[in-house]
């Protein structure tokens, strides 16, 4: 008889290993210096450690039935729901769930928490073969991604250089290989803008923008963040400003949050062949965001994601004309209620997405693409708007603060603050301060503009989010069924009267 494999056993990092994972002699650089460790460095620290809360959660037994679905790979243990290939609406709407119940540890505020990438992880299984002939590769990592919860990033978007060229004729500057060798692929160039990259597992290559049309330019892989030859170079840290400025009293989004932008470099990086997804075929690489699912899936994380930081904005708004009195004003409330219904826009386009999927292959589901397409464009819109709305209707409240948590330590100057800073409706002092600045972090500081330009940015530039609503209406048929729509009502009449028998023309 032949005996039965015994079935592995897998699991998800815990915080403290993914803590210690990061400590693998990546090249981070930021101020002049290098990092010698991100886990520990003012600029990265923090959001660290938030997301090592997003690994522990995985591990808590009161969050299992949100969070946690059984991996779909030959192993015996659990995963984060949306790394897996969901199979019918209930599965969406958990993977939807998991999203959101990760998305409330964070307010909404970590865009790139390790669920973001599974858009991508999450398509490996189901559509495999898309990436042949390293198909296999694609399975590999769809197990391997699932069974720890990897942290993956991407780095997707040309940078903003010589963009009245074609990508092939930017050879100094965009990604391409250098060299093909037995072992894989030597691989130059820079991507932008590897947004939390620092404090990740992996990188993905790929393009989004302008198609590709050399060879060496169609290359579609993952590199590990200590990969020799790869460096990051880091903007300014909002968290290193408010850790050396102030406290998290003052900047409690920013010293926590501050998912860090990055020039992502590749010099002379060996890409191994096991970590190559497509590699020659430019039709292939430039198709591969639609094509992939990933287009399907990112928009459902960012729709759920965003609903999440609305319920948090909307929040602070209203507690916000609390302490400055003016909750029961008409225009306030109105425009208030305008901040609500962009809430439920979005949390209705999430319902939506996962309520009527797309058949895909083998029996896989995607999240619904028009509603997807619609939440791209709509972000652009909604986002500053409300944004507008918290900056007209508190106004000069925002600013009306003492410079730091510390004032309220000085004798000489807290009666003046208790007496003439406190809020309406029974806030002290140190309440309606400690709303104004999270307030203030959220929409004002550098950090809250940062956000503003994030959610604008996030899923394309402002022109392609609408033309490719365009695109996929017409790939679908739809934008004829519409015309065909017009043209229906068009028929029932005609220069002589009306051409349906049932209706009547002319005096009686």
């Not at 450690?49 to 790979?73: E, F, I, N, Q, W």
């Not at 989004?253 to 062949?273: A, G, H, Y």
């Not at 000489?412 to 002290?428: A, T």
Request: with cysteine.
């Amino acid at each position: 008889m032949t005996a039965q494999r015994e079935q592995r056993s897998t699991r998800p990092l815990t915080g403290e290993e993914y803590v210690e994972s990061l400590r693998d002699g990546r090249e981070v650089f930021i101020y002049g210096d290098r990092v010698t460790d991100v886990t520990t460095h003012p600029a990265f620290r923090n959001a660290v450690r938030m997301t090592a809360r997003l690994y522990d959660s995985l591990h808590d037994p009161d969050r299992r039935g949100k969070l946690t679905a059984p991996v779909d790979t030959d192993a015996d243990g659990v995963t984060h729901s949306f790394f897996r290939t969901p199979r019918s609406a209930a599965d969406l709407r958990a993977d939807r769930d998991a999203i959101v119940e990760w998305a409330r540890m964070s307010y909404g505020w970590l865009g790139r928490s390790p669920d973001y990438k599974a858009a991508f992880l999450g398509t490996l299984g189901a559509n495999s073969e898309f990436y042949a002939p390293f198909a296999d590769n694609a399975r590999r990592w769809y197990a391997e991604s699932q069974e720890k919860v990897l942290y993956w990033n991407h780095a997707i978007v040309h940078p903003p250089v010589d963009r009245d060229r074609s990508p092939d004729e930017v050879r100094d500057v965009h990604i391409h290989v250098e060299e093909e060798r037995d072992d894989g692929l030597i691989v130059s160039g820079a991507k932008v803008v590897a947004t939390g990259s620092a404090i990740t597992h992996y990188n993905f290559i790929a393009h989004y923008g302008l198609p590709i049309k050399r060879k060496e330019f169609a290359l579609v892989c993952t590199v590990p963040m200590n990969a020799p030859g790869m460096k990051l170079i880091c903007r300014n840290s909002y968290a290193s400003v408010a850790d050396a400025t102030a406290t998290p009293f003052d900047y409690p989004l920013s010293s926590r949050f501050d998912e860090n932008d990055t020039i992502f470099i590749l010099d002379r990086v060996k890409i191994p062949w096991e970590n190559v997804f497509i590699y020659g075929d430019p039709e292939k690489a430039s198709s591969f965001f639609p094509a992939s699912g990933f287009l399907h899936r990112f928009t459902f994380h960012g729709v759920a994601r965003l609903a999440v930081k609305l319920d948090f904005l909307a929040g602070l708004l209203l507690k916000g004309v609390e302490v400055t009195g003016t909750k029961d004003f008409r225009g306030v409330q109105g425009r208030v209620g305008e901040v609500i219904g962009w809430r439920n826009l979005f949390w209705g386009l999430s319902d939506a997405m996962a309520a009527t999927p797309s058949e895909w292959k083998d029996g896989a589901v995607l999240p619904n693409l028009d509603y997807g397409l619609a939440y791209r464009w709509f972000m652009t819109v909604g986002y500053p708007r409300v944004r507008e709305i918290i900056l007209q209707d508190i106004g000069s409240g925002l600013i009306y603060v003492p410079s730091s948590a510390a004032d309220f330590r000085s004798p000489e100057i807290r009666p003046y603050l208790d007496r003439y800073v406190r809020g309406s409706g029974g806030y002290d002092s140190v309440e309606r301060v400690k709303l104004m600045k999270l307030i203030w972090d959220s929409i004002g500081s550098e950090f809250g503009g940062r956000h503003e330009l994030y959610e604008r940015n996030y899923a394309g530039n402002h022109e392609a989010v609408r033309l490719e609503m365009l695109a996929a209406a017409q790939m679908a048929g739809t934008t004829d069924a519409m015309k065909g729509f017009a043209e229906q009502c068009m028929a029932e009449y005609d220069l002589d009267g009306w051409t349906a028998p049932d209706l009547l023309s002319g005096p009686e």
